[in-house]
């Protein structure tokens, strides 16, 4: 596991780690749909059929942070409207498009314990860590030290 719940005063948030922008993107995506889980849910996921999909957003800049959270945006519509609830992805990068390559199962074959209503612009962070650097491990999530990428999610719950 490379996310870990983070804690936040009235939501629910993630902090994740990756060693690289696509990486941390597919990290914050499961850590999205890892928080809404039950126990009985994340049991038994495995055991539901898995489709194959291809997912893609515009991002149009260099901005991580707003491709970020496009992407969460993404994969919440995907769950609650489109019934396709996100277990795995690969992602890439290119011409102005997050490509997404996505195992999905059925939506109402998932048992959740929590449901997101939004992704929050609070305490939103996406950057690079540097070579020898340390990201302070907060109540619940540990320390990093770079080289890698960190995204830290507030979710509205």
């Known amino acids: 596991m490379s996310w870990w719940?983070?804690?936040?005063?009235?939501?629910?948030?993630?902090?994740?780690?990756?060693?690289?922008?696509?990486?941390?993107?597919?990290?914050?995506?499961?850590?999205?749909?890892?928080?809404?889980?039950?126990?009985r849910g994340l049991e038994y996921l495995d055991g539901h059929i898995r489709h194959v999909a291809e997912w893609s957003i515009p991002f149009g800049s260099a901005d991580i942070?707003?491709?970020l959270v496009r992407w969460l945006e993404e994969v919440l519509y995907n769950s609650y409207v489109e019934?396709?609830?996100?277990?795995?992805?690969?992602?890439?990068?290119?011409?102005?498009?997050?490509?997404?390559?996505?195992?999905?199962?059925?939506?109402r074959d998932v048992e959740l314990e929590i449901e997101v209503k939004a992704v929050t612009l609070h305490d939103l962070v996406v950057r690079e860590v540097g070579?020898?650097?340390?990201?302070?491990?907060?109540?619940?999530?540990?320390?990093?030290?770079?080289?890698?990428?960190?995204?830290?999610?507030?979710l509205d719950i």
């Open 5 to 39: 719940v983070m804690p936040t005063t009235a939501d629910i948030g993630f902090r994740a780690f990756s060693d690289s922008p696509t990486g941390i993107l597919r990290e914050s995506a499961l850590a999205l749909q890892g928080i809404q889980l039950s126990d």
């Open 65 to 67: 942070e707003r491709t």
């Open 83 to 107: 019934d396709k609830w996100l277990v795995e992805s690969e992602l890439s990068l290119d011409e102005g498009y997050l490509r997404a390559q996505v195992l999905w199962v059925e939506s």
């Open 131 to 154: 070579l020898g650097e340390i990201v302070d491990g907060v109540e619940g999530v540990p320390s990093f030290e770079g080289p890698g990428w960190m995204a830290q999610v507030v």
